[in-house]
């Protein structure tokens, strides 16, 4: 019989991580105050008593540092977990992971792996203000030499993250800060398919809704509406935005011949600008409506009184869903 767990999202990122270092001696966790504190967000609390300052420890407050110390382990053995402590602060690292981080495993024709995971709390929904509530998860899909994942349940949470750890390549685990007190089962004997697959989460047959991290709980809470008002919508979460899984959108495009694409991210130059493009390139002849993107405004993120109207509500993507039903 399974073993099958409640927890929330941050909790099951931490048993993940703690299963991860037990596996293997080389996994090093560090990052602003992840030991003793265990983060901002709790998330990787009680690890130092487990596993003791050697293998967890502090950074200083140098997020380029903290990028350079991962490559440096990464390029001597080791398999670095380094945390962002918030989305807008990963900028002054950029250099470091667009540059190096990314281009190391290619530049040495594969003789120096970068098994590096980057950790980054992302998207808002806190109350918090900008640099604390950033989607910045295309500017590194854009990149090529990084993974870029993001679970949207614990389930995921706990499995993805240690697929990432044992992946070769450097990850950016962007994990949805606004749903990790989300609980739900954890299957712990039984992984998920890869990290990189998309999972169909709700079949329907007028309307696919495509999204990741903390939107997809709004594309379910949409669906249940919709489902309530007779409209039949199928919600994929796409769990990987690099690379993406195109053939499940794309079969689940063929079925329904509409999708709307949502995430918390501005639209413009997004994920779901290149989803659009694709699905329109590959399953143009399956499409009945244009698709339709579902993001935050194109505007710097807006003081936590006003972030209510910023992100991308059930209402928003219902919008979307009338819209490509009225061709």
Same mark, same amino acid.
């Given at each position: 019989?399974?073993?099958?767990? !409640? ?18 001696? *080389?996994? =090093?966790?560090?990052? #602003? ?19 003791? %300052? ?5 950074? %200083? ?5 903290? /990028?350079?110390?991962?490559?440096? =382990?990464?390029?001597?053995? @080791?398999?670095?977990?380094?945390? $962002? ?11 470091? $992971?667009?540059?190096?981080?990314? *281009?190391?495993?290619?530049?040495? #024709? ?10 980054? %709390?992302?998207?808002?929904? /806190? ?9 910045? !998860?295309? @500017? ?5 030499? =990084? ?13 993805? /993250? ?17 749903? @990790?007190?989300? *609980? ?5 004997? #039984? ?9 169909? =989460? ?6 696919? /809704? ?18 309530? !008002? ?43 600008? #290149? ?7 590959l399953a143009f002849y399956h499409l009945e409506a244009p698709v339709i993107r579902v993001g935050g405004f194109d505007v710097p993120y807006p003081p936590a009184k006003l972030e209510e109207k910023f992100l991308p509500d059930a209402d928003r993507i219902l919008e979307a869903v009338d819209r490509v039903l009225a061709y």
């Amino acid at each position: 019989m399974a073993n099958v767990v !409640e927890m929330s999202i941050a909790k099951a990122i931490n048993a993940g991580i703690r299963k991860a270092m037990a596996d293997n001696p *080389k996994v =090093l966790v560090f990052g #602003e105050d992840v030991a003793q504190l265990g983060g901002v967000f709790r998330v990787t609390e009680g690890i130092l008593d487990e596993f003791g %300052p050697n293998r967890i420890f502090n950074s %200083p407050i140098a997020e380029s540092g903290i /990028i350079g110390t991962a490559i440096g =382990l990464a390029m001597r053995g @080791y398999s670095p977990v380094a945390e $962002i402590q918030f989305d807008g602060f990963i900028f002054p690292a950029f250099n470091q $992971i667009t540059s190096q981080l990314a *281009k190391m495993q290619n530049r040495s #024709e594969g003789y120096t792996t970068m098994p590096v995971v980057i950790r980054v %709390p992302f998207g808002g929904g /806190i109350g918090a203000v900008e640099h604390h509530s950033e989607s910045p !998860e295309a @500017y590194f899909a854009h990149t090529p030499g =990084l993974r870029v994942i993001s679970p949207s349940n614990p389930n995921d949470a706990y499995w993805m /993250i240690q697929q990432a750890i044992k992946s070769s390549d450097p990850v950016l685990f962007f994990e949805p800060k606004r749903r @990790y007190w989300q *609980k739900g089962p954890v299957n712990l004997d #039984e992984a998920p398919d890869g990290m990189h697959t998309a999972h169909v =989460l709700r079949q329907g047959s007028q309307v696919t /809704i495509a999204a990741y991290g903390p939107m997809v709980s709004v594309a379910l809470q949409a669906a249940e509406i919709a489902a309530s !008002e007779g409209t039949s919508l199928e919600v994929i979460d796409i769990r990987s935005m690099s690379p993406i899984d195109f053939a499940t959108i794309l079969e689940s495009v063929k079925k329904t011949g509409r999708l709307v694409v949502a995430h918390e991210a501005s639209t413009f130059v997004s994920i779901s600008s #290149e989803i659009a493009a694709r699905v329109a390139e590959l399953a143009f002849y399956h499409l009945e409506a244009p698709v339709i993107r579902v993001g935050g405004f194109d505007v710097p993120y807006p003081p936590a009184k006003l972030e209510e109207k910023f992100l991308p509500d059930a209402d928003r993507i219902l919008e979307a869903v009338d819209r490509v039903l009225a061709y």
